[in-house]
């Protein structure tokens, strides 16, 4: 028998045994937890993949990574991968839940826009199946843009071939990249995160600094770029703090509400201010040490709109899926730019020296890779972690730190393999109860990670 036809087969069981009880299923109390072990894992089992990993793969080679609590982490439902790398995302729904409402559909689509390397996500209650072109902007007013087809499990069966077209199988030789739309309008809307991410934090960048030179006349031009940029440091590092459960949710957006709730008479600063001295406080680090930022005149009401736009709904971001990566291309190229103030107007444009070498250019990961991996691999070829700490890394022209990024990964990837084909030595890590580990397990603690 065809696998498609063994797929019809346990298919047609699904939704025979969905029509039966449809009642309890669309019912309030039939949860999303139980939805995923009833009919999505069949499901998707059914297309071939191994959603319980029988095949004791380790974490980082398994075909689908499920959240168990994805309310706490924010990441999608599951992550089917091949060969470790993601291919598409599920947020799964109650049946009862309206997969229309537009706060479940942006939730679906941001974080794998956010990834940049993850184009496909299916939101689905199992009552309803939808399929979605990610790569395209979220957008709030049109959510369902990049909609590759949505059928009710009523047409599951009529449409099978395009649903097989997500069975493992099938996913390994490439028919997602078939079902990705190529048509004009679809290649205008494919703006990847880093580059609207630029565009914003540029936008930011030149409303702030026609306020604060307004508010500020005093500011010679080093110091007006010195403010906004440590203004804008300070706030996105938070936010990718909170996404990255460093620090605790939604800290700005709160300093807003109450800010707000008080009549906005106080200055937004003066509530920033603590909060500012709190990271310092936690992690020490020059960008929230003292600054004169921090009493420079600034438009509350623009501070505020600013903060505001980093957040759900009005932002598309997920700062946990952006990766340090991609961030510091965001940065570097950011940084090739500068403020310039004349007595008729303020504007960002490109340093003179950025313009003469045709723009800033940031190292591909796949370079980065493929240097590291012939620079510090060879070098570590063969040692053991304690050999390995003698070691030191040197990039004196690091610019975001894409190469010390990409060996620091690859000295952790390099240990863990190492503990996990020498698991006495792993013991020595002080991973309590290790005999309750398995090796596939074993993630490094952060005092071997800061060695």
């Known amino acids: 028998m065809q696998p498609i036809e063994t797929f019809r087969e346990k298919l047609q069981t699904l939704i025979s045994k969905f029509e039966k009880d449809k009642t309890h299923y669309l019912s309030k109390g039939y949860l999303e937890a139980q939805v995923r072990i009833d009919f999505i894992n069949p499901l998707f089992k059914a297309l071939g993949w191994d959603i319980e990993n029988k095949a004791h793969k380790p974490p980082h080679e398994r075909d689908v990574i499920v959240e168990l609590s994805p309310e706490t982490t924010g990441r999608p439902d599951y992550n089917f991968r091949i060969n470790g790398s993601t291919k598409f995302f599920i947020e799964a729904k109650a049946p009862s839940v309206a997969l229309d409402d537009i706060n479940h559909i942006l939730q679906a689509k941001s974080y794998a826009w956010s990834t940049k390397e993850v184009y496909f996500v299916v939101l689905t209650d199992f009552e309803e199946f939808r399929l979605y072109d990610a790569s395209l902007k979220p957008n709030p007013r049109f959510p369902n843009e990049g909609l590759v087809f949505d059928f009710k499990y ?13 069975s493992k ?3 390994e030789q490439g028919s997602l990249e078939s079902l990705l739309p190529k048509d004009t309008k679809s290649k205008r809307l494919r703006i990847p995160p880093d580059k609207s991410f630029l565009e914003d934090l540029t936008a930011w960048r030149t409303e702030l600094a026609k306020d604060v030179h307004k508010r500020n006349p005093e500011f010679d031009v080093r110091l007006l770029n010195d403010v906004v940029q440590r203004l804008l440091d300070r ?3 938070i936010r990718i703090a909170e996404d990255r459960k460093i620090r605790p949710d939604r800290e700005l957006w709160e300093i807003v509400a109450q800010w707000k709730e008080e009549g906005k008479r106080k ?3 003066s509530h920033l201010r603590d909060l500012f001295k709190e990271v310092n ?4 680090g020059d960008i929230f040490k003292p600054h004169a930022c921090e009493t420079a005149d600034v ?4 501070f505020a709109e600013i903060i505001e736009s980093l957040y759900f709904p009005q932002s598309r971001y997920r700062f946990d899926a952006i990766g340090v990566e991609l961030l510091g291309s965001i940065y570097e190229r950011y940084l090739g730019s500068t403020i310039r103030a004349t007595p008729q107007r303020v504007k960002v444009e490109e340093k003179p020296e950025v313009r003469k070498a045709g723009g800033v250019y940031y190292t591909p990961k796949y370079i980065v890779d493929y240097i590291v991996k012939n620079t510090v691999g060879r070098l570590i070829e063969g040692k053991t972690p304690k050999q390995i700490e003698k070691i030191k890394i040197l990039d004196p022209a690091c610019g ?3 190469f010390l990024l990409g060996a620091y990964q690859y000295l952790i990837d390099y240990h863990l393999k190492y503990y996990r084909e020498h698991p006495k030595e792993a013991q020595t890590l002080h991973l309590f109860p290790y005999w309750k580990i398995s090796p596939e397990e074993l993630s490094l603690p952060i005092h071997e990670k800061a060695k």
Do not use: A, H, K, P
């Open 154 to 166: 009523t047409d599951y069966l009529d449409n099978i071939e395009q649903l097989w077209e997500l």
């Open 281 to 284: 406080d936690d992690l020490n």
């Open 169 to 171: 199988d099938r996913v």
């Open 267 to 269: 200055l937004i600063m």
């Open 235 to 237: 706030i996105v590092f």
């Open 400 to 402: 975001s730190g894409s």
């Open 299 to 302: 438009d509350s009401s623009l």
